[in-house]
């Protein structure tokens, strides 16, 4: 089952994305710069060990309490609903790219029709998203493109599982540099539903993409 559908289910009964404190994302944020840290690093082996041994600590703290599964979907104010964990773009997942969200419509209402819908992103990409040398990593690259390809069938009305996705590396997208991704969707045939996105900089195309996207079947 889709998030997308999970939610639909859930209606009222998610939690409000407003009651998610800053602290949560700050959090997050430590620890992607902890990571590029690591990535980046040429300390030596004592002041490894000690870093190991401080965060195995922290480690231990936060495991104190775990949630049952690996899924927190929010709704906010508008109603707009949001995966807050998951690897694509989840806000409380440090090891998700780091997407900030510049057009994102609301999705229409449960049972109308997909409406034709384009959204931008931006992502400032780190040393820890690095490939070639000063490059982002393709498979990152595939990632944000099937999350934002995704949002946009998602904020059209025509969500579901991606069934395909076909990406076209033309040039290097560098990291440390900010960097647009935008999706659009695209139309639907019964259940499927299709997009496609680029990758800018600057401009300059560097990565496109398209995708497919096939709903549940209903029973209702």
């Not at 195995?56 to 599964?69: E, F, G, P």
């Not at 969200?101 to 931006?122: H, I």
Request: glycine share 10%.
């Amino acid at each position: 089952m889709s998030a997308a559908r999970l939610a639909e289910q859930l209606g009222d009964q998610l939690t409000a994305a407003t009651s998610i404190p800053d602290e949560s994302f700050t959090l997050v944020e430590r620890v992607r710069e902890l990571v590029e840290a690591v990535v980046m690093t040429d300390v030596g082996a004592d002041e490894r060990a000690t870093a190991a041994e401080r965060l195995a600590a922290v480690t231990s703290a936060l495991k104190s309490r775990r949630r049952d599964q690996a899924l927190l979907l929010v709704r906010h104010p508008d109603g707009r609903v949001e995966s807050m964990v998951q690897a694509g773009s989840g806000r409380l997942n440090p090891q998700a790219p780091p997407l900030e969200w510049l057009v994102r419509p609301t999705e229409p209402p449960p049972g109308s029709g997909p409406v034709p819908v384009e959204v931008k992103a931006r992502c400032t990409f780190t040393a820890s998203h690095a490939g070639s040398p000063g490059r982002v990593y393709g498979g990152v690259i595939a990632l944000v493109l099937d999350e934002v390809l995704g949002v946009a069938a998602r904020a059209a009305g025509a969500s579901g599982m991606t069934v395909a996705l076909s990406v076209s590396l033309k040039t290097g997208t560098p990291f440390g540099v900010p960097v647009e991704i935008l999706g659009r969707y695209t139309g639907s045939d019964g259940r499927k539903s299709f997009a496609r996105g680029e990758v800018l900089v600057d401009g300059v195309i560097t990565a496109e993409a398209s995708a497919i996207y096939v709903q549940e079947r209903r029973d209702d």
